[in-house]
């Protein structure tokens, strides 16, 4: 059965460092995996989308990599600012064998100080 | 990717009362989804629904609890029936993309008092 954990669960930093968020899973033969990010009690917002085909992903200071054999995938942000405040989740499919259904992480609350 | 709209995007109720959540999608879509997200947790699938058919709910979750209706392939309600205050969450909805990463709402915050 497939878990996600996502360390640590909370992060604080100062503005202008680049950070790592981590996302684990247990079952490797996923066909992707999302990041998101959420604002206090909004919704999400896709980030990321990595297909198992691909090793990273990258959106302005964003840049997302897969790992399957070690069953980790990373979130890495550059020159964080303020506006970077949120939880950022990461979601894998259920089952590797292609339905619709993922499993989220329980997210890792970032807060940047200006 | 799809643009959903979603409303109300909060709201505080009575127990005992109902409350209908609704999303409009910009484009049409098979299947979409409805998701809890109790305080400091991550999301739980309540159910997926599909055109033209029933939902299909997740262990844990009926339709008494929860209905839900589709009645086009663009639009989509929950229903949070016999409100207590366990049910207070944000409820999410969403779709699936093409190239297979989710699109989600912009959440309805619910309160029940």
């Known amino acids: 059965k497939q878990e996600v954990t996502q360390i640590p669960a909370a992060l604080s930093v100062p503005e202008g460092e680049n950070l790592v968020l981590n996302c684990s899973f247990t079952d490797s033969a996923i066909y992707n995996l999302q990041w998101f990010r959420q604002d206090p009690g909004k919704g999400l917002t896709s980030l990321l989308l990595i297909q198992s085909s691909q090793r990273e992903q990258t959106s302005g200071r964003l840049n997302a990599s897969l790992d399957k054999s070690s069953g980790r995938s990373t979130l890495y942000i550059a020159a964080s600012q303020p506006g970077d405040s949120a939880t950022y989740l990461c979601a894998a499919p259920i089952d590797p064998e292609g339905t619709y259904k993922y499993i989220f992480g329980t997210g890792t609350r970032l807060k940047v100080l200006a | 990717s799809a643009v959903i709209s979603q409303k109300p995007s909060r709201d505080i109720c009575q127990r005992g009362t109902s409350l209908t959540i609704q999303c409009q999608v910009d484009s049409q879509v098979t299947m979409m989804f409805w998701y809890r997200q109790q305080p400091g947790q991550s999301l739980t699938l309540i159910a997926t629904?599909?055109?033209?058919?029933?939902?299909?709910?997740e262990s844990g979750f009926v339709i008494d609890k929860f209905p839900i209706s589709r009645p086009n392939l663009t639009f989509s309600t929950l229903t949070v029936s016999n409100m207590s205050p366990e049910d207070s969450s944000i409820y999410l909805c969403?779709?699936?993309?093409?190239?297979?990463?989710?699109?989600f709402g912009s959440g309805t915050r619910l309160t029940v008092v």
């Open positions: 969403s779709v699936l993309g093409q190239e297979g990463g989710y699109t």
């Open positions: 629904a599909n055109q033209g058919s029933e939902a299909t709910y």
